[in-house]
Structures are given as C-alpha cells and as structure tokens.
T-cell receptor, first 113, second 112 residues
Framework: DAMVIQNPRYQVTQFGKPVTLSCSQT?????MYWYQQKSSQAPKLLFH???????NEADTPDNFQSRRPNTSFCFLDIRSPGLGDAAMYLC????????????FGPGTRLLVL | GENVEQHPSTLSVQEGDSAVIKCTYS??????FPWYKQELGKGPQLIID?????GEKKDQRIAVTLNKTAKHFSLHITETQPEDSAVYFC???????????FGTGTSLTVIP
C-alpha cells in the first residue's frame, strides 16, 4: 500500500541535544510537509517542500530545519531542542499544491528530558 | 488569512445515535474542505472531503454538507460505534495554495 512512513514513532532526546526525525513516502507526491502538534491542538505547519523548493512558515523558529535529499525522503532537524519542543511531529504529503488532499503519517512523539 | 471555527469541542453520544460537528470559515475563496479523524497517538486520517462545486457528499455512515453562502460545513456520523471515538478536525483550503487552515478539533466519545 502506498503510504507515509515516519521513524521513529517515539524519540527521547536531551535538552539541547540535536535530533533528527525521518519521513518517507511511497506515494510519489511532489509536496512534503512537517507539522508540529501539541496536546489537544490542531497541527501547526512548520514548513513544506515542493519538490526541492523549501518554504518556511514565517513563525517557524530557526531551531527547526529540514532536508529533502530526494522525492521519497524528508527529514526534520531540531538543532537544540528545548522543553517546549516536546510534541507530536507529523509528516504529510500531497500530490501537488493548489487545493490538494494531504496524507499524514503516523507521527513521531518527541520527548525532551 | 482564513479563520476556521469548529464546534463543539467535545461531544458524547450513545452508541447508535448520530453525531454532528460544525465548522465555519471566513475566506470565501476557500473551496476544498477535508475532514480528518485522529485516534490517540496516531496521525490524522482523511475520512471524507468536499469541494465547493457540491453541497453534500456521503460515504456509508459519514456525510459532509457544505453551505458556501453561509460559509459553513458539517460532518454527520450516523449509527455511531465505539470505534468512532476520536478527535475530528475540519480544514479549509484555497485552490490557489495548499495552506491547510485547521479547526480546533472535536473530541468525540461514543458510549457503548
């Protein structure tokens, strides 16, 4: 089945220690997104890639970076995690921009100690 | 930008009853409205969507209605089952971009 895969499902890191979350997709979609979701809140868009073009949301902290080495993979790097960065991180894909359905992965729950 | 309001924030129904969740939006240029179901510890899953050229769409026990004039759309779940218990998010999207404006979510509990 075509799908969006996120690894790991749970990640524990220490305050200030860089961490990388991974996402892969078998849908061959052009667009990949990273969202942050805190408890009882809607997902909040951090950034997205349209092919290799990176688009950062205006209020995404500099502490968050992303890489997309190829169509299938996208990474979220948190350079110096703070306690406030503990959240569920969701990867999503869409075939294209302009009113397309987004398909979400299962998420990675990040815990910062 | 778009503003999506979702009500109620929590909803409890008896098994077999119907559940209705409502969303309103502010941007008349929005023309795509998906609904997502998110179970605890999982990612949101698309359950139904509607585009502005139709007023209603149904898929088995789930239906969505859209009133473009009033700028509101609703999710209807009939014959609810315990496995329908989850958080439901609505969203509104313009055809000129792919910024998802999510509602604040509704936590649905179906009581056996």
């Amino acid at each position: 089945d075509a799908m969006v895969i996120q690894n790991p499902r749970y990640q524990v890191t220490q305050f200030g220690k860089p961490v990388t979350l991974s996402c892969s997709q078998t849908l061959n979609h052009n667009v990949m997104y990273w969202y942050q979701q805190k408890s009882s809140q809607a997902p909040k868009l951090l950034f997205h890639y349209y092919d290799k073009d990176f688009n950062n949301e205006a209020d995404t902290p500099d502490n968050f970076q992303s890489r997309r080495p190829n169509t299938s993979f996208c990474f979220l790097d948190i350079r110096s995690p703070g306690l406030g960065d503990a959240a569920m991180y969701l990867c999503a894909t869409s075939r294209d921009l302009k009113g397309e359905t987004q398909y979400f992965g299962p998420g990675t729950r990040l815990l910062v100690l | 930008g778009e503003n999506v309001e979702q009500h109620p924030s929590t909803l409890s129904v008896q098994e077999g009853d119907s559940a209705v969740i409502k969303c309103t939006y502010s941007d008349s240029a929005s023309n795509y409205f998906p609904w997502y179901k998110q179970e605890l510890g999982k990612g949101p899953q698309l359950i139904i969507d509607i585009r502005s050229n139709v007023g209603e769409k149904k898929d088995q026990r789930i239906a969505v209605t859209l009133n473009k004039t009033a700028k509101h759309f609703s999710l209807h779940i009939t014959e609810t089952q315990p496995e329908d218990s989850a958080v439901y998010f609505c969203a509104a999207i313009r055809n000129t971009g792919n910024q998802f404006y999510f509602g604040t979510g509704t936590s649905l509990t179906v009581i056996p």
